[in-house]
């Protein structure tokens, strides 16, 4: 009886332990609902990008919307990384793939080519970044955490820079034949 005793009281000790190391790998070091689902948000973004843009560079016609999907590559990559440091400090698990409806999008892009890929590409970015600006803006604003908040505010610039490329493109595709 002792000897069932002391094994059912190790695997309670073994709960608990599991128990509480899991409660505190989800409290993700303090942040909010709000700052977890934006940094999930920015790092299926930033993958979606780099995936667009991987396309863009094979599917592409027009060298400007080739060499604007590899500045999409370059430049989100970078700040899944940054993303990756933030959510390893905070330790948060990070989204690893791209949300259902960035899939259907990607999916897509996949069966265009030529012009046609050009044209819903460069729409897509326009659409993609002015959302993204959005709601980056209101992280700067509003999140609770500094370092997301920080984030944000580095980010913004290059994804306005983004915004402006893409509508150059857009408006050049909408011109061609």
């Known amino acids: 009886m002792c000897a069932q005793t002391a094994k ?19 409290a993700d070091a303090g942040l909010t609902s709000g700052d977890r689902d934006f940094v999930n948000k920015a790092a299926q973004g930033n993958l979606m990008e780099v995936q667009a843009g991987k396309l863009a560079t094979q599917r592409a016609l027009d060298p400007a919307v080739k060499s ?6 370059s430049d989100h990559d970078a700040a899944n990384e940054r993303l990756k440091k933030l959510a390893d400090v905070k330790q948060m698990p990070l989204a690893d793939d791209v949300s259902p409806e960035e899939h259907t999008a990607l999916g897509k892009l996949e069966a265009l080519n030529g012009t046609e ?40 610039p290059t994804l306005r820079h983004h915004l402006m490329l893409a509508n150059r493109l857009a408006a050049a595709e909408r011109k061609s034949p």
């Open 8 to 26: 059912l009281a190790g695997t309670v000790v073994s709960l608990l332990l599991v128990t509480a190391s899991s409660v505190g790998a989800s």
């Open 68 to 73: 604007f999907g590899e500045k999409m590559m």
């Open 117 to 156: 890929f050009d044209k819903a590409y460069s729409k897509m970015m326009v659409k993609d970044h002015t959302e993204d600006i959005s709601e980056f803006e209101k992280v700067v604003k509003k999140a609770s955490d500094p370092d997301v908040k920080a984030y944000a505010q580095e980010t913004l």
